[in-house]
């Protein structure tokens, strides 16, 4: 029986469900709407989309374990500074790691614990809040942390394989990583019921405020905390300074911090260091098993107060958008035809009428910004222009990152997002492609704006030479329009028009490859691009002349490429839309 197009309950004997407890036949249901049976209607075309997605997958699973493992190799044979730089790595990584699924788990918590239709639904049925929030807890968990996992653990293999690890180091990391990623899942969960609970009077954009200017503040002390490690690094001309600088760092920032300890356990792994490995192993899972109980206590206890506040409190955004909103959209975008202008100020309309889609873009302006003001101290510690070259080139590679990882979150899901009132434009005396062409101006614009603002910035903070801030406006210039046709083509060829959460739609399968595809594009532009720029290094290095030729030729390949990446999609998810049934 199908309710409300939601999930599929399958009609068992009610001594069958007697039999078995709630939660568990409702995490049984749940996996099998992910996962249908075989006798179920199209289980052909899902056995293939299923197998293709699966290829796809290892492809970049291997892909990625070879670029690891070559670089781990090559670390491992440079005695002076290898080992140190690798642990530092992981360090900082896994650092990483845990303040995305911090962000991601609120994030997609609020969507997923308060504003899911299928949680309403689940309210009118004799199950507990408790099992509800267990259900839709292990699901936020899922849907915030499988990309970590996906580019997680090629990495842990390749540097298990480079340093010759032993056979136990392999289940160890799969193990500690599903350990590691409850511990940031059940604080942001905690975090976001008690929010709603007790600042239920507050309006839903006052809540995000708040949680956004609490990761700001903890963000800005853990900067102030790692500050006295960067001055560490004096004015240098030579090399082997950094080099021993590399070599003082220590293994991990904090051992405090759970990051820290899965670096101690991977490390004390791979040298035999039994006893450490059990101790930071006792503590990673001691720590995970107290937020864990911690956040079943705090559902136990909140969850459903705060869920029924939540919607007696309801509130899409409580701003006028009346004449204020014609004005400014008018004003934004009046250089479009009167039937673009619609679309577009329908699509900003629904975008900031809905806090959790906005409250995501304002935690990643927050990071960016974070980002750049720690730039700010790089050119005085570093002069050497082998360094500074490096500094400036991982600039660009990770301005492409983010406008790849952004693109998937906000550009894919456009086309999913029309929902099941698709037809409704489909109907209308509008060419679907005008459709199409809205959402990709809209979004190119955002994002071309947004990337250039961003490396410019950043550029004149690390007091770039001018070639280098020309590859950076070049290569930026050219992806914001590649990877904004590749989420926007894709999300046409695989759209989910069930789901109204963007983040789940953005987790699909076509996401999954979306996200994959776009990072391999950025790989790619940042390898051609990163040629000449080698070759410049160079000949500054010997003293030798340089020559433009090398530049004009990776240009004109990464242009070559970037408009088969441009091309392809926007022609293939023009098709898929107009051979949709309506």
Known sequence: MRISGLCTFPEHPRKNIAMRSKLSHLMGTKWRTYFPTRSEHGKWEREIKGLF?????????????????????????????????????????????????????????????????????????????????????????????????????PIMIAYGAALHAPFFFYPLVVACLLIFIVIPASLSISATVIFSRFLASLKLRHILFSIAALFAILLTLFLVYIQPQVVMLEETEDISEVNRFLASLPVSSSYLSPSSWLTNIFNNAIHLHIEEVVFYSLVLISTALMCFLIAYMIGERFYYASWAESQTAKELLAVDFSRRRRITHNRIWHFFPQTYQTLLEKDSMVFFRDPVQWSQLLMLVVLLIFYVVTLRNIP?????????????????????????????????????????????????????????????????IIFFSAAQALVVISNYMLSVDPIIYYVGFFGTSVMSVS???????????????????????????????????????????????????????????????????????????????SLLATFIPIYFGKKSLESQDF
């Open 53 to 153: 997605y699966g290829a796809f997958l290892l492809a970049f699973m291997l892909g990625a374990f070879a670029f690891f493992y070559r670089a781990f190799s090559y670390l491992s044979y440079q005695p002076q500074i290898g080992a140190a730089l690798m642990n530092r790595i992981l360090s900082i990584g896994f650092l990483t790691f845990f303040s995305m699924l911090l962000i991601s788990n609120v994030i997609t918590a609020i969507s997923t614990l308060y504003r899911s239709p299928e949680v309403t639904y689940l309210f009118t049925t004799p199950t507990s809040a408790t099992d509800i929030f267990t259900l839709k807890s292990i699901e936020n968990l899922f849907f915030s942390s499988w990309a970590i996992l996906i580019l997680g653990s």
């Open 483 to 561: 990877l904004t046709s590749i989420s926007l083509g894709m999300g046409a060829i695989f759209p989910y028009f069930k789901e109204r959460n963007p983040s789940k739609i953005a987790s699909s399968a076509g996401g999954l490859v979306t996200v994959l595809i776009s990072l391999i594009y950025v790989a790619i532009v940042v390898i051609i691009m990163a040629q000449p720029i080698h070759y410049y290094f160079r000949c500054i290095f010997y003293g030798n002349p340089y020559s433009s030729r090398y530049l004009f030729i990776a240009g004109a390949i990464v242009m070559l490429i």
């Open 380 to 444: 005085s510690k570093v002069t050497h222009v082998f360094w500074k070259t490096m500094v400036s080139f991982f600039n660009f590679g990770f301005t492409g990152y983010v406008l790849a990882t952004v693109s998937v979150r906000f550009v894919y899901p456009a086309i999913s997002l029309e929902g099941r009132n698709f037809w409704v434009i489909g109907s209308a005396p509008i060419r679907l492609s005008t459709l199409f062409w809205a959402k990709f101006w809209q979004t190119f």
